[in-house]
């Protein structure tokens, strides 16, 4: 670990010296690819200045155990008990620093909800999920833009997609990917009982054109009247579009735009998102011991998580965490189970690393 981290400090100082060659500085492309390079090493670097800062003074400390009187001993008892403190969980932060990047972890987000079983009562559940994630986007602050939603006479929701974009966005949501499960009585249910619904999220990283090859022979474009509520001219003109890619079988629809060019771009974004998942779906298929939960595997078909409202409660089976906080939980509320997510992750990977 320590031969790597001195090689990463050597790497930055070598970037430090040629950020500032007035011939690099006239090459912006390969100006900003040091300076993103340095961004990416910094944290690195500055925690394991700290941690030989710490070792340093540890053994100063030591000397003074040995050579000094005996108020100068009780003092460097005191600092050698901090110090390895300091030490330890400066090791801990500096394996976590170093483990695998997500290289999507800096991506925006296209976040697509679907209500499953359960008829109107999952697609109100639907419309409970956007609300939550626009609300979390709102507190991170965030742009939401909403590309496709597909509405019930009562206000449900049976599929939405919106792109999500700020900084870490991916990282943060990739974990929400999966089936969440609702529980409670719903407003049509005279008897009281509670029902079960549930509703799938899945989580896509927004993807550069490189990343896709996408051949646009292999794309059938129609293009339809809109419909549903919107402005003058949507529902007047052709200008939703359907998406269809043939070798896969992939459909995409945009309506949300008055403009046809508009909604034919943002339906190729969500194309291309949902190919590269599929790409990486094969490739993790193929990765050893993968992991049954979400946190890693990708797996989208395994229930993440309970809402249930009767009990006020919230509940993450991946990492066994309940909380009593629904309201807020879905008022955006997410960051408890989230960091638990991230936790747990970290660990596993630290355990493989």
Known sequence: MFDKLDFITEKYDDLSHKVSDPDVIANQPVWQKYIKEMGEMEPIVKKYTEY?????????????????????????????????????????????????????????????????????????????????????????????????????????????????????????????????????????????????????VAVLPEVDDVEVDLDPNDVRVDVYRASGNGGQCVNTTDSAVRLTHEPTGLVVTCQDEKSQIKNKDKAFKVLKARLYDLEMQKQQDEIAGQRKSQVGSGDRSERIRTYNFPQGRVSDHRIGLTLYKLDSFLDGDLDEIIDGLITDDQARKMAEF
């Open 52 to 200: 030989k800062k710490a070792k340093e003074d540890l053994a100063e400390a030591k000397e003074m155990l040995e050579d000094g009187d005996e108020e100068m001993r009780e003092l460097a008892k005191m600092e050698i008990s901090d110090l390895e403190e300091t030490i330890s969980n400066a090791e801990d932060e500096l394996k976590v620093l170093l483990l695998p990047k997500d290289p999507n972890d800096e991506k925006n987000v296209i976040l697509e909800i679907r209500a499953g079983t359960g008829g109107e009562e999952a697609a109100l559940f639907g419309a409970d999920l956007l609300r939550m994630y626009t609300r979390y986007a709102e507190r991170n602050r965030w742009k939401t833009e909403l590309m496709d939603m597909s509405e019930t006479g009562i206000g449900g929701v049976k599929e939405a997609v919106m792109l999500i974009k700020g900084k870490g966005a991916y990282s943060r949501l990739k974990f929400e990917s999966g089936a969440h499960r609702v529980q409670r009585v719903p407003e049509t249910e005279s008897s009281g009982r509670v029902h079960t619904s549930a509703a799938t």
